[in-house]
């Protein structure tokens, strides 16, 4: 056995190792993060939103941008398949497919994301109250408010010493504040730049031992004392816990919205499709599977074994990327997966058959088995690189005009065919040239071959 071949079992080993792992453990695995399953909106249900702009003269270009700031928090919160879509001229529409926290997810969707930090006047002004700032001097008030209170009734308004615009969303991070009379908290860092900065340094310079709030989308957060000047403008926000730190920073750091959105209705959306489709899904790929398996097995005998092998570490690896990635699954994207899996078979059929051919020209079975990768590849390859053509063009189309679904069968489909190429090309050749030494001319039946039967020519001139 060559080192060549040692190497590439061990990876194989490796990997089909590690893909079983992923599939096996708990929801909840060393990476810190939740890897199981997530099904689409038409499987499993979820809430749709409806949002609306506040301003009356907002134009289309502004809801563009509200709509790819949304679309970026919600991808922030780990929902998949998601789809965010302008409504008229003044709405968005977001679908969630199986938001564990609702609320949560509301709250981050209507916040415009705009951070200050204000001159309270020697205040320590309370933790959740609503203000007015020169920055953002009328408010859009939270559900519930407009009953009780108008915007006179909120108090002064408070200087801006920052600008929103000037938060450099790249240093906007999640972290751990350290010491302090309350321990380890968690927190926000931040970073503003230009005439933000500046002010920023300047106020705090000379108000040491002063407070100093910081309010997001008009409402304080808290309200910290200045004990040394902010020259480079950065900072921590600390918040009371990572589910406040996780919502703030999701606004923070996917950008602000152009304008206000309120929620004008918030409902709840079954599943379309449910569990019923999903087992009829799986049914209907394991049934395919086995009959692809019985056809290579009796046609090809041996090398259909190493096949379906290969074909099952293929599945296995797929579902391991599906909860890795993650990749939200939908029928669209079950449909991807197992188109997959026939053009990851049509591989093998290409090289099984211009195996048989090399070796009814009287080579023997190493040979063989080498030209028939070697001849076969450019097929391989061509018919690969078209497909995963297809598969961008879906993926962008879908990205483009908000088609999730269509995303989610093409993301399934390119993913598919990358994978095949390397069961195909790396891991079927690796078992049958494992496998070479079992091979004598007498055992030609192992492969399904008469050689009594004529080869077909390879070129003209082997013809003549």
């Not at 199981?36 to 702009?53: E, K, T, Y």
């Not at 399934?412 to 990358?418: E, F, Q, S």
Request: hydrophobic share 45%.
């Amino acid at each position: 056995m060559r080192s060549r071949e040692i190497i590439s079992i061990l990876g194989i080993v490796i990997i089909a190792a590690l893909a079983l792992w992923i599939n096996l453990a708990p929801n909840q695995m060393a990476l810190g993060r939740d890897v199981s399953f997530r099904l689409g909106l038409d499987l499993q249900g979820g809430i749709q939103v409806l949002l609306r702009a506040t301003d009356p003269d907002v134009d289309r270009e502004q809801m563009e941008i509200a709509r790819g700031v949304i679309e970026r928090r919600v991808n922030a919160l780990g929902v998949g398949e998601t789809l965010v879509q302008v409504a008229g001229n003044d709405r968005l529409i977001v679908e969630l497919p199986g938001v564990d926290d609702p609320e949560q997810a509301v709250e981050t969707l209507r916040g415009t994301g705009r951070l200050e930090f204000i001159d309270s006047q020697g205040q320590y002004l309370p933790s959740g109250a609503l203000i007015r700032t020169t920055g953002s001097p009328n408010p859009v008030l939270p559900e519930g408010v407009e009953e009780i209170q108008t915007l006179d009734d909120l108090g002064p308004i408070f200087e801006s010493i920052t600008d929103g615009a000037d938060l450099d969303t790249s240093s906007v991070q999640p972290a751990f504040s350290q010491g302090g009379v309350t321990g380890s908290r968690p927190a926000v860092s931040f970073a503003f730049t230009g005439e933000s900065a500046q002010r920023l340094a300047a106020f705090t310079a000379q108000n040491v031992g002063q407070p100093m709030c910081i309010v997001l989308d008009n409402v304080v957060i808290s309200c910290p004392q200045i004990n040394a000047a902010l020259r480079d403008g950065s900072g921590v926000i600390e918040v009371n816990d990572v589910t406040d730190r996780d919502n703030i920073l999701n606004q923070l750091k996917y950008g602000a919205l152009p304008v206000p959105l309120v929620v004008e209705t918030s409902r709840s959306v079954t599943a379309t499709l449910g569990q019923e489709s999903v087992e009829s899904s799986i049914m209907a790929g394991a049934i395919g599977l086995s009959l692809v398996a019985i056809y290579m097995l009796a046609f090809y005998r041996f090398p259909g074994l190493l096949a379906t092998l290969a074909l099952a570490l293929y599945v296995l690896i797929s579902f391991a990327l599906y909860r890795l990635i993650p990749i939200t699954l939908t029928l669209p994207g079950i449909a991807g997966f197992v188109l997959s899996i026939g053009l990851a078979v049509d591989a093998n059929v290409l090289i099984f058959s211009r195996l048989r051919e090399e070796y009814r020209r009287g080579r023997d079975i190493h040979s063989a088995l080498e030209l028939g990768f070697e001849e076969s590849w450019s097929a391989i390859r061509d018919s690969s690189v078209s497909t995963l053509i297809t598969s961008i063009v879906l993926f962008i189309f879908g990205n483009s005009f908000g088609v999730s679904i269509i995303q989610g069968f093409a993301l399934t489909l390119g993913l598919g065919i990358l994978l095949s190429l390397f069961t195909a090309v790396v891991v079927t050749r690796t078992l049958l040239r494992l496998s070479t030494p079992i091979f004598r001319d007498d055992r030609a039946w192992i492969f399904g071959i008469d050689r009594t039967k004529p080869a077909v020519a390879k070129s003209a001139a082997e013809a003549i």
